[in-house]
């Protein structure tokens, strides 16, 4: 089984949970998980981690080349524009709210984890939500497409990763 991590995976761990400099054995999980085709991500992830100019953009250039895939195939540009179908078709959410969903990486993630039977991790709800309207829940089209989501801790489970504390 293959994991796609969404941006807020690489985000939430470097300013929250997996902090470069008191959890380096993440960073270096993700490396080691990419090369064993286990763990990836994609080029617009890779253009959102980028945005900012700090370590963690600095992680991302020197991570391997299989960590993030490119958008530009052409099964996964059909799968793009299903996705884009059916947002635009969904009467559901706001016209504001498309556009902003398109404008990042959500939709190419779903595409991609809907091709490839991934499963997308990010910390995004993962339950369908009827009743949203101001924005494009990564959940609702996920639901749609059948892809599953789970967070970082879920995948660290099904990989048996174990972060233990050795002095």
Known sequence: MQYLLDSNIYIEGFKRYYAMDICPGFWELLVSYSTKNRIYSMDRVKDELNAKDDELKNWVFNAPSELFVSTAKIHISRAY???????????????????????????????????????????????????????????????????????????????????????
């Open 81 to 167: 524009s299903e996705v884009v179908e059916w947002v635009n078709g969904n009467a559901q959410f706001k016209d504001y709210a498309k556009t902003k969903f398109f404008e990042g990486a959500d939709g190419w993630l779903v595409a991609e984890a809907y091709v490839n039977k991934s499963i997308l991790v990010t910390h995004e709800k993962n339950k369908y939500d009827p009743n949203v309207k101001k924005r494009v829940p990564l959940g609702n089209v996920c639901d749609y497409f059948n892809v599953k989501i789970i967070d970082t801790f879920q995948m660290l489970r099904n990989l048996g990763v174990k972060l233990v504390y050795r002095q």
